[in-house]
């Protein structure tokens, strides 16, 4: 069992940072983790994930992020963080973070077993 709480969500401007951190209750050792975001009136869409191996993992990014946000694990730790810099106001949604059996499609919502309760971003132009 894997209970996962989001941080870090807020209000910036377009063109500035925010880093988002996901913390399990349990280990995430052999998970795939992943982050998904929802802007209202839309269905939840794949944003980045980050797969288990015993090199650190292999990360993966939506079309829309690549080269602004980066995706990290910390296993010691079972935190997951998303930087997300040069945000624009398209990013504004709630962000999910979720965790996947190892070997899941990550960029699939029903492969995770787990969820976060989301945490709000905010991006005015």
């Known amino acids: 069992q894997v209970q996962l709480v989001e941080s870090g969500g807020g209000l910036v401007q377009a063109g500035g940072s925010l880093r988002l951190s996901c913390a399990a209750s349990?280990?995430?050792?052999?998970?795939?983790m992943g982050w998904f975001r929802q802007a209202p009136g839309k269905e939840r869409e794949f944003v980045a994930a980050?797969?288990?191996?015993?090199?650190?993992?292999?990360?993966y990014y939506a079309d829309s992020v690549k080269g602004r946000f980066t995706v990290s694990r910390d296993d010691a730790k079972n935190t997951v963080t998303l930087q997300m810099n040069s945000l624009k106001p398209e990013d504004t949604a709630v962000y999910y973070c979720?965790?996947?059996?190892?070997?899941?499609?990550?960029?699939?919502?029903?492969?995770?077993?787990?969820w976060g309760q989301g945490t709000q971003v905010t991006v005015s132009s």
């Open positions: 979720g965790a996947a059996p190892s070997g899941s499609a990550y960029y699939l919502i029903n492969s995770y077993a787990y």
């Open positions: 980050v797969n288990w191996n015993w090199s650190g993992g292999r990360t």
């Open positions: 349990g280990r995430i050792f052999g998970y795939t």
